[in-house]
C-alpha cells in the first residue's frame, strides 16, 4: 500500500505519505530503517523519459 500510494504523489507529499503509514503502524523506526525501507518500496526506471515540473 506504501509504495503504491507514494507512487502517484509529489515528492514532499510522498515523504508526508510515508511518516504518515508508518505513524499509523505504530512502528517506532530510526533514520537508517527508515531509510532502507523507503528504497525498498521505491524504484525508478532508467529507461523513462526526463520529466521535469
Known amino acids: 500500500m506504501l509504495a503504491s500510494l507514494a507512487s502517484r504523489l ?3 507529499e510522498k515523504q508526508q505519505a510515508k511518516q504518515q503509514s508508518i ?3 505504530g512502528v517506532e523506526l530510526d ?3 527508515k531509510k532502507l525501507i523507503f528504497a525498498a518500496v521505491s524504484w ?3 529507461d ?3 520529466v521535469i515540473e
Open 44 to 46: 525508478t526506471n532508467p
Open 48 to 50: 523513462a523519459e526526463l
Open 31 to 33: 533514520a537508517q530503517q
Open 23 to 25: 505513524k499509523e503502524a
Open 10 to 12: 509529489p515528492a514532499p
